[in-house]
């Protein structure tokens, strides 16, 4: 397994860290973060420990894990 890594950003004016072991485009990460947004608003947001939601973008479904702003990013799949 990779070694896990913890990138910080800023997105929509809210800070989070990104928990993955995985390589990530930019855009991925981003297309992320809006679904999580246009789902949660951010009092919602903080309340969430440990929720599952499953992304999908053009090129991979993302299963990740959410803990207040620390977004655990799992697995990627390639959808077909």
């Given at each position: ?21 995985l ?55 390639v959808?077909?």
């Amino acid at each position: 397994m990779s070694e896990i890594d913890v990138y910080p950003l800023k997105h929509r004016d809210y800070f989070f860290n990104i928990i993955t072991h995985l390589d990530l485009e930019f855009s991925e990460v981003r297309k992320i973060l809006d679904v999580i947004l246009d789902t949660y608003d951010s009092e919602d947001l903080l309340s969430k420990q440990g929720v599952s939601l499953d992304v999908e973008t053009e090129k991979y479904l993302y299963h990740i894990e959410i803990y207040g702003f620390e977004i655990v990013i799992t697995s990627q799949q390639v959808v077909k």
